[in-house]
């Protein structure tokens, strides 16, 4: 979603936009085929995007690594280095309108928690694009 918004606001060019994860699950599998069609109904293409488990060079090469909840954030705090520490937060950090400190598993949100999870990141990514404006100047 937030590639989506980046090519939206035109910030393409000098925004790079990536996913991984805290484990090494499904490596080159595509996402979850609800998550895929949930995404889909509201203009997201998931369908290229392919597993695959965070490494150190991805603490070099970004500026934010953001993680989905808090166990999330413990390990990935544990992995970086005391010199990308700062890297590390939480997505829903940038949320304007929700206040949930974490986004929660839309697998065990009953018959709408992949809307549930979509509104969530949705509005993140708003907050997250002022964000990357802000600090760009």
Known sequence: MFRQKVNDHG??????????GTHNYHPGSPPDERSQEHAAKRGY??????ARQIQDADFEGHD???VMD????????LWASFLHQNKVRRLTEFCLRHTSTVVPDP???GKTG???VLDLVEDA????I???KKQRG
């Open 11 to 20: 910030l393409s060019a000098w925004i790079k936009v990536d996913s991984a």
């Open 45 to 50: 293409d998931l369908s290229d995007l392919r």
């Open 64 to 66: 934010l690594i953001l």
């Open 70 to 77: 808090m166990d999330n954030l413990v390990l990935v705090r």
């Open 107 to 109: 697998y065990y949100g």
């Open 114 to 116: 992949f809307e549930d």
């Open 125 to 128: 990514c708003e907050g997250l």
């Open 130 to 132: 002022l964000h990357v």
